[in-house]
T-cell receptor, first 113, second 113 residues
Framework: KAGVTQTPRYLIKTRGQQVTLSCSPISGHRSVSWYQQTPGQGLQFLFEYFSETQRNKGNFPGRFSGRQFSNSRSEMNVSTLELGDSALYLC????????????FGPGTRLTVL | DQQVKQNSPSLSVQEGRISILNCDYTNSMFDYFLWYKKYPAEGPTFLISISSIKDKNEDGRFTVFLNKSAKHLSLHIVPSQPGDSAVYFC????????????FGKGTKLTVNP
């Protein structure tokens, strides 16, 4: 079974630009969660989508948004990029229950210059 | 406010010895706890979990202990192997609440040959 894939793996943008990251979950998984990992803050939850609906949301500004498609693939968008948005963005998929194991993708490394 | 705390950013042990990674939490509503391991350039992978109705869960060389009264859990790795060198994240969830994983900042374990 193929794992979680994320594209692109690396991205360099400048302040003020916007970016879209993509995540393809494991086949059959309906939940996709997004996390931001930075050296000082660890993994911070952005949001979770389940069956095309945002089910949970973390404490991030509205510049961070996402969506999920009918095939469970998910995209995350960050508008008006700031230097502090430089981070590793991870997505994780699961079947959907709280205690179901989350399987992480390799992440997208975003650098904002 | 950090609800899940891993106060040791790094830990170094000798091969064959025991590694003990600690995690404290502040939210008494958390009822399910997990440990994830992360190698560089890869996403975190699930290692072991424990429900709040238990105080110990074992899986091969990995054992997680939960002390609810102290709001403390620990991961024991015995014996430690060089391949265990990674960043370990503790995570917690309240199944009856928002059902989103809350991660600690991670502890970097180095196992020396």
């Amino acid at each position: 079974k193929a794992g979680v894939t994320q594209t692109p793996r690396y991205l360099i943008k400048t302040r003020g630009q916007q970016v879209t990251l993509s995540c393809s979950p494991i086949s059959g998984h309906r939940s996709v969660s997004w996390y931001q990992q930075t050296p000082g803050q660890g993994l911070q939850f952005l949001f979770e989508y389940f069956s095309e609906t945002q089910r949970n949301k973390g404490n991030f500004p509205g510049r961070f948004s996402g969506r999920q498609f009918s095939n469970s693939r998910s995209e995350m968008n960050v508008s008006t990029l700031e230097l502090g948005d430089s981070a590793l963005y991870l997505c994780a998929s699961s079947l959907g229950l709280a205690t179901d194991t989350q399987y992480f993708g390799p992440g997208t490394r975003l650098t904002v210059l | 406010d950090q609800q899940v705390k891993q106060n040791s950013p790094s830990l170094s042990v000798q091969e064959g010895r025991i590694s003990i990674l600690n995690c404290d939490y502040t939210n008494s509503m958390f009822d399910y706890f997990l440990w994830y391991k992360k190698y560089p350039a890869e996403g975190p992978t699930f290692l072991i979990s424990i429900s709040s109705i238990k105080d110990k869960n074992e899986d091969g060389r990995f054992t997680v202990f939960l002390n609810k009264s102290a709001k403390h859990l620990s991961l024991h790795i015995v014996p430690s192997q060089p391949g265990d060198s990674a960043v370990y994240f503790c995570a917690a969830i309240f199944q009856g609440g928002s059902e989103k994983l809350v991660f600690g900042k991670g502890t970097k374990l180095t196992v020396n040959p």
